[in-house]
């Protein structure tokens, strides 16, 4: 029989992950996972650490800890902080993937005896041929292979999602027949070690800002920026300039930054033109099945959030591509990744470097 | 299953069970009382007293029962506050019912000094000697330590103090039932003891006060404990503690030898198969039964956990209140290196441990790392 290590959050995702093995009858087995440390000496996971107890225990399945908070630091953090300074917005939950849970965490797992690790993404792996593929989550709203796109087929093939076909609500629910105590648990929001700390204050604490002026495309300025790293492309809320600086009423967004000039610029409305942009360049592509997708009906993500839009890969290199869209898009912002996807099927994905029209 | 972290808790022995089942049963007077039932329950008391002041060569008024070893070693500490010296010095290898207790105390104007181990973790006694100030109001040291069982020169130390009128406590915790323990050979003024170390509850501890005047009390309400620690007593819990003080004392030189046979049958064979493993600690003057060994090039969360799953309990480092097993601080002041430390596990025998089970432990190791 195959033995599955799940990764537990404490989260209910998880927890009904774990649920589902136990009842597919795998042999299963918890491991509970520290990935930063806190600032004071008393152990404030320990409310996670709990819930998954509660878990397991009623599971009848045993749950182990570990620490991985120096590959965290050194394989994630670093290059998150890295990111940040030069202007950039950086996805550390994707990284966190490729080098914690699936490859830290991994590695662990299979010490300890594992055949297989399981967690609790909405996502789902298909066979298809020799090859495995990384399909969307069945629950649009919460699907996850978005952060998966930098999996390999070696990582695939010691994966299992066992929650991709489910729908959110529906595992809250199986949560509470199975009177786990964090069926109600809210979904984690943001960056996991920043959890629900103020952003600005948490990036000052490791990043000097350096405090300089607001300019429209005119050069006219409107205000003073914090530090550049605290903003974003897009981004509306928190820039301080009241609508009586600009001509007509209507909000502010972030057009730009200028690194060498420590400049924000920004520009008034969503449908500004500067907003949107049609091509971009990215580099560290990750095929997941290992070849460049020869597909005719590509789309892509540019953020999380953002919703699939067509587009086609337009030059090739072996670790840079540039990507036409059929329309252009919002706020495209380098440090993000952009993600590939052939109907329901994740291809791959990319961060971007820059953008252009 | 055998359970080999005698260190970390041990199991009631079963006279203690049955005794603390029928006292919590039967025996519900309040020991304040006057009527029969109170004073059924203060005979009690007062028996489990005299037990266990027998057990470390102490007269039964220098015993007051606690909550367990943490909150013994609190009570001294803060007592502190209360006295017009205000410097204390400790190891710092301590437990940290002794050193967070001092951290916490710094707002409050006591200073400590923490006297660093050698690699074997006995306490640098010329630092110690240096240390002393005129305002040194406590010295406060383990008589043995609970990861790698050296045992401290807690004799030498009081005598170093005695004339200069520099109390001195130990935390012997780990202690009762290993090695002899007597007040007043030790000369201590303060010594710290939880049940669930030796084969009592948990929830169960004392502390023994040489002259009650310096000490001040926690907990303040009725006048329990000669107005040291208020509170309706556990009788149950008391009781326990006192014939476990004395089944732990009983046979002391048999029980130790059986430490003793065990740990030798477990090192050599170790060494047998597996010549690269660091024991760590005081070869001689250690703790009988309490081996802390590292194995080079294994993690020891993994070994831990495959352990368990092969059914062996043992222990590793220090753990959070998450599971997530740390390198030990202990270690890192006896000077091991981070890999070392974090590849170490601590394997404490106890009285129900048998040959037979140390065997099964050995070739469970040996299968886990030749896999």
Partial sequence: MEHVIVGLSGGVDSAVAAALLVEQGYSAEGLFMKNWEEDSQYCTSEKDYKDALQVCDSLGIPLRSVNFSREYWDKVFKHFLDEYRAGRTPNPDILCNTEIKFKAFLDYAIELGADKIATGHYARILKSGELLKLARGTDQNKDQSYFLYGLNQEQLSRAFFPIGDWEKTTVRQKARELGFNNYYKKDSTGICFIGERHFKEFLQRYLPAQPGDIITQEGKPVGQHEGLMYYTMGQRQGLGIGGGHGTLEKPWYVLDKKMEKNILIVGQGHDHPDLYHRSLSCSHVHWITGKIPKSETLSAKIRYRAQDAPCRIETTAEQSVSVVFEKPQFAIAPGQSIVFYEHDICLGGAVIDSRWN | ?371
Avoid at chain 2, 19 to 38: C, E, K, W
Avoid at chain 2, 121 to 136: L, P
Avoid at chain 2, 236 to 256: F, N, P, V, Y
Avoid at chain 2, 259 to 287: I, S, Y
């Fill in chain 2, 1 to 371: 299953m055998p359970y080999f972290d005698h260190s970390a808790t041990t199991p009631v022995h079963p006279d203690v069970l049955e005794l603390m089942a029928i006292t919590q049963r039967d025996v519900y007077g309040n020991p304040s009382s006057v009527h029969a039932q109170g004073r059924k329950a203060k005979s009690i008391i007062e028996k489990a007293r005299s037990q266990v002041a027998a057990a470390i060569g102490a007269k039964p008024d220098q015993i007051i029962f606690t909550s367990g070893g943490s909150e013994s070693n609190n009570q001294v500490l803060r007592s502190v506050l209360n006295m017009n010296k205000k410097h204390i010095i400790a190891t710092a290898i301590e437990h940290p019912a002794i050193l967070n207790v001092l951290k916490s105390l710094e707002q409050f104007g006591l200073s400590h000094n923490c006297i660093s181990v050698d690699p074997n973790g006995t306490m640098n006694f010329h630092e110690f000697e240096n240390s002393i100030r005129d305002t040194t109001g406590l010295i406060s040291v383990m008589l043995a330590n609970n990861e790698v069982g050296t045992i401290q020169p807690v004799q030498e130390i009081v005598k170093t103090a005695k004339p200069k009128s520099i109390p001195v406590h130990t935390d012997a915790v780990q202690c009762l039932g290993k090695i002899p323990i007597d007040v007043d050979e030790l000369g201590i003024d303060y010594l710290s003891l939880s049940a669930h170390k030796f084969y009592g509850p948990k929830g169960s501890g004392i502390l023994y006060i040489r002259d009650k005047k310096f000490i001040s009390a926690l907990i303040i309400g009725g006048g329990q404990e000669s107005g040291l620690r208020a509170g309706t007593e556990n009788i149950a819990l008391i009781a326990g503690i006192g014939l476990a003080a004395e089944i732990a004392t009983a046979d002391l030189s048999g029980r130790a030898r059986n430490l003793t046979d065990l740990e030798t049958q477990f090192k050599t064979g170790l060494k047998e198969f597996f010549p690269n493993a660091v024991f760590n600690g005081n070869n001689v003057h250690k703790l009988p039964g309490l081996i802390n060994v590292s194995f080079p090039g294994f993690r020891s969360d993994i070994l831990v956990a495959k352990l368990d799953r092969a059914g062996m309990a043992v222990s590793s480092g220090s753990a959070c209140a998450s599971g997530i097993v740390e390198p030990s601080d202990i270690l890192k002041a006896m000077g091991v290196e981070d890999e070392l430390n974090t590849s170490t596990l601590r394997i404490s025998f106890g009285s129900t441990n048998t040959a037979d089970e140390t065997t099964d432990l050995l070739s469970a190791i040996n299968s886990i790392i030749t896999s």
